[in-house]
């Protein structure tokens, strides 16, 4: 079976490319990456290394890649002949080769190929295919739409593996945790008869999403946004100082909460799932920066985000939200200058009363909370000052 993955790097090939070579796939990967594609191009497959005790290697073949930059014509033909597509190209790049993978719809569509075929978006967020299935079919007319309802399926996943920045001699090398948990909604799939091991099956997979999108996301950014306002570099360093995990421990108490009430997850089962993603965080083979997890912060401080949206839905079921509130008042001391969001997040600071920077970032209309996130900035301030 083929395969076509957009975006060749360390998450694309030590993630989701493992995972499928483990099932016998071929990967074709897209990217602009001329590096990465001309290696994937010259040796058809790669090497992964488990951050872990003994550093296991695993051996990925059968891979090629397409730089799409050169030749989108080549991508369409992939896909035409494809039977799976996947991604792990970052949300903001999802509508940029929505495109793409229209044209190989439409190619499908023209030499009548009616097997069906899923188009899985493996990125942080909520709804992430359904929201490429909307790019997709932009670019497709009324009856290409027709077509693509009954032969193509864009089922929601879930997806969670630390993948650390990291830089090699070898540009295809990636250094992974062990640790990974892929879960796809089974009802919005077209073609159920393909199933791969290692990844979970669920007929409702938004409290999947939300569990890891509310602990791991949430949980890390915590780290990031409160070692780097105690003046941390990496994650290693700053999950050594116990304030710094403690404040981890509280938000998740609080996302915990929110997850238990409303989704029904057995609270002691959920407690040590809790403690299994602190220990992930703790991993001594893994060397994060704080600025690679903590980036894009104005999107993570979105309505429906990491931090705003359990603090929302807590509000709103009565329950205690002060520890995710007071990360939320860290953000905003996330200053880096490689990161363009960060960037912009510091100027409109020094432009705009933070009142307003905090309506703007969050969307947030209920002046309490705007109020309360407020206080925590405040707070901040005055301690860093």
């Not at 993978?101 to 569509?109: C, E, P, T």
């Not at 967020?125 to 007319?141: F, R």
């Not at 062990?178 to 099956?201: A, C, H, R, T």
């Amino acid at each position: 079976m083929l395969d076509v993955h957009f975006g060749a790097g360390n998450i694309g090939r030590g993630f989701i490319g493992e995972t499928l070579a483990d099932n016998g796939f071929k990967i074709t990967f897209v990217d602009v990456n001329e590096t990465l594609i001309d290696e994937l191009n010259k040796r058809n497959g790669y090497t992964i290394e488990l951050a872990a005790e003994g550093q296991k290697k695993i051996d990925v073949h059968d891979v090629k890649g397409i730089n799409n930059g050169k030749d989108p014509k080549a991508v369409a033909e992939e896909i035409a002949k494809a039977d799976m597509v996947t991604t792990a190209i970052g949300p903001k790049i999802l509508k940029f080769i929505a495109p793409l993978i229209a044209d190989g719809l439409k190619l499908r569509h023209a030499n009548n190929n009616t097997t069906p075929i899923d188009i899985i978006a493996c990125e942080n967020m909520i709804g992430g295919s359904q929201s490429l299935k909307q790019s997709v079919y932009e670019s497709l007319d009324e009856t290409e739409q027709a077509w693509a309802n009954e032969n193509a399926g864009f089922p929601n996943a879930a997806v969670d593996r630390i993948v650390p920045l990291q830089k090699h001699d070898d540009p295809l090398f990636v250094s992974v945790e062990p640790f990974k948990e892929w879960v796809i909604d089974k009802s919005q799939m077209k073609n159920p008869k393909i199933q791969l091991k290692g990844v979970d099956y669920a007929d409702d997979l938004e409290p999947y999403i939300e569990r890891k999108l509310f602990s791991v996301n949430t949980g890390h950014a915590t780290v990031a946004y409160t070692g780097n306002i105690k003046g941390y570099k990496t994650i290693g360093e700053a999950v050594k100082d116990d304030s710094v995990v403690d404040q981890a421990k509280r938000v998740l108490a609080e996302t915990g909460d929110l997850l238990i009430q409303k989704w029904g997850f057995d609270p002691d089962v959920h407690h040590a799932y809790q403690q299994k993603i602190l220990s992930r965080f703790e991993n001594p083979y893994i060397s994060d920066d704080i600025e690679r997890v903590g980036r894009t912060p104005i999107r993570k401080l979105g309505f429906n985000e990491r931090f705003i949206r359990p603090i929302r839905e807590l509000k709103d079921r009565g329950r205690n939200y002060d520890a995710l509130v007071d990360t939320v008042g860290e953000m905003f001391f996330f200053n880096f200058p490689n990161d363009s969001e960060s960037v912009k997040l510091q100027q409109m600071l020094k432009d705009e009363p933070i009142e307003q920077v905090i309506r703007e970032t969050t969307d947030l209309k209920d002046d309490d909370l705007v109020q309360a996130i407020k206080a925590a900035y405040e707070k901040h301030l005055a301690a860093v000052k």
